[in-house]
């Protein structure tokens, strides 16, 4: 019996439709861009492994730290404990993060990582004594598939078998081009009329909501009235960390700073999970009491798990070399090249570039979601390629380790022109 007949006698993977998907590639081995399966065939990684690789595979310094770390301490308690991993991860992340953040909350994963926020943000006020109970989130977005990350996410495929158990949140539009006055005026009437915990956001960049993309400026004016108005600000900077938007962080784009801070994906270099969260110091302030009751009870047995905050130092030294970033801006510029020239073809509704990510809008008869039937189109066409590129359904977008070579890149692109053109002599 061979991997995949094994795999589908024993294991349910994720977003996986199990009557209708294929049976899952059997992968054995990365190396920088690349991932092998069982025969020997090389893919191109143009996604990151769902977005957390931004190193490359199997990178051979991410394995010596971890390794070296496995042979000291591979895992302790974290309530009434600490360790050096932990610690200076905590001190060299509130170095690169937004001034105003001041203490590191360790969890799992982005999910956790969001539910850790918002629990923060609603204890917040009730440790104060203050009755507040809505929450402002943007439509279309993707917090996570914890219920409170559901609960703030749009109301779609991802969440609606669970609908009626989610709580209830007040959406606003997205400020993309054109429809900034709409959402501030949104936010303002919310804000106004309604007792408002916090204002949670993917920065700059909605994820799995189709790679949509809308400017810092917009989210700057949010930001600052929320400010004037005593509503707590959430970055779900889960995607968009660690380079992705051309900066470090897509908030060092803005000038008025998030109160909490939401990080994981690309944190430990993509090889292990780990989620922060972290906040301001008037946040951290509001639990220290002689009540208990205003302790945060929220924790994890793997909490600050020493062998993940090592991966994630790491990871931290390598962005600490020059060609880090040598590299994300060498992508931007290839993205943007690339950007110009297929961004007026008839094949498709929309192309948006931030960063070293790109995404193209593919015109299609269905509405654009994730269920768009093209998905499963796109998908094979990619595979047949030697690429892996996991569309939001009719949403082709290129997220890739920053070690890619130009000549890959160059290869997906032409891969990318390909399909438009067999889209739309198809028809």
């Not at 990151?48 to 595979?57: E, I, K, L, P, T």
């Not at 994300?328 to 008839?346: C, M, P, T, Y």
Request: proline share 4%.
């Amino acid at each position: 019996m061979n991997l995949q007949e094994r795999d589908k006698k024993v294991v349910w993977h994720p977003f996986t439709q199990i009557k209708t998907a294929p049976l899952p590639i059997p992968i054995v081995r990365g190396e920088g861009t690349y991932l092998f399966d069982e025969k020997g065939n090389r893919y191109i990684d143009g996604m990151a492994s769902w977005w957390v690789n931004v190193h490359g595979h199997a990178h051979p310094y991410l394995a010596k730290k971890i390794s070296e770390q496995l042979f000291t301490l591979e895992h302790a308690i974290f309530s009434g404990f600490t360790h050096e991993p932990a610690v200076q991860l905590a001190e060299r992340l509130l170095k690169r993060l937004p001034h105003n953040q001041s203490k590191i909350f360790y969890s799992d994963n982005g999910s956790t990582a969001v539910e850790v926020a918002l629990k923060m943000a609603f204890q917040y006020w009730s440790n104060k004594n203050v009755v507040k109970t809505k929450i402002i989130a943007f439509e279309n977005a993707y917090h996570g598939d914890t219920f409170g990350g559901m609960s703030v996410g749009a109301r779609n495929a991802f969440n609606l078998p669970f609908s009626k158990l989610l709580f209830d949140v007040i959406h606003i539009p997205v400020p993309v081009k054109g429809s900034e006055k709409e959402t501030m005026d949104a936010l303002k009437k919310a804000v106004a009329e309604q007792e408002i915990v916090a204002f949670i956001f993917e920065p700059l960049v909605q994820g799995a909501g189709g790679m949509v993309m809308y400017s810092e400026k917009v989210l700057d004016e949010l930001i600052k009235h929320c400010r004037e108005n005593n509503v707590i600000t959430i970055a779900d900077e889960v995607m968009t960390g660690f380079g992705r938007t051309g900066k470090f962080f897509a908030s060092d784009y803005l000038v008025h700073k998030s109160d909490i801070v939401c990080l994981s994906k690309g944190l430990t270099g993509g090889v292990m999970p780990l989620g922060v969260t972290s906040c301001a110091e008037f946040i951290y302030e509001a639990f220290i009491s002689d009540d208990k009751m205003k302790t945060f009870f929220h924790g994890h047995s793997y909490t600050a798990n020493t062998t993940a905050c090592s991966a994630a130092l790491a990871s931290l030294d390598l962005f600490d070399l020059p060609d880090a970033f040598e590299n994300v801006h060498r992508i931007e510029k290839k993205h943007d090249v690339f950007l110009q020239k297929i961004k007026n073809h008839k094949a498709l509704i929309d192309a948006r570039q931030l960063g070293t990510i790109i995404a193209f809008e593919v015109k299609t008869e269905e509405h654009t979601n994730y269920l768009n039937s093209l998905s499963e189109r796109i998908s094979a066409f990619f595979i047949s390629k030697g690429i892996i590129l996991r569309p939001l359904g009719n949403i082709i977008y290129v997220l890739p380790p920053y070690c890619i070579k130009d000549e890959d890149l160059d290869y997906i692109y032409e891969s990318i022109e390909l399909f438009l053109e067999e889209l739309v002599n198809s028809k």
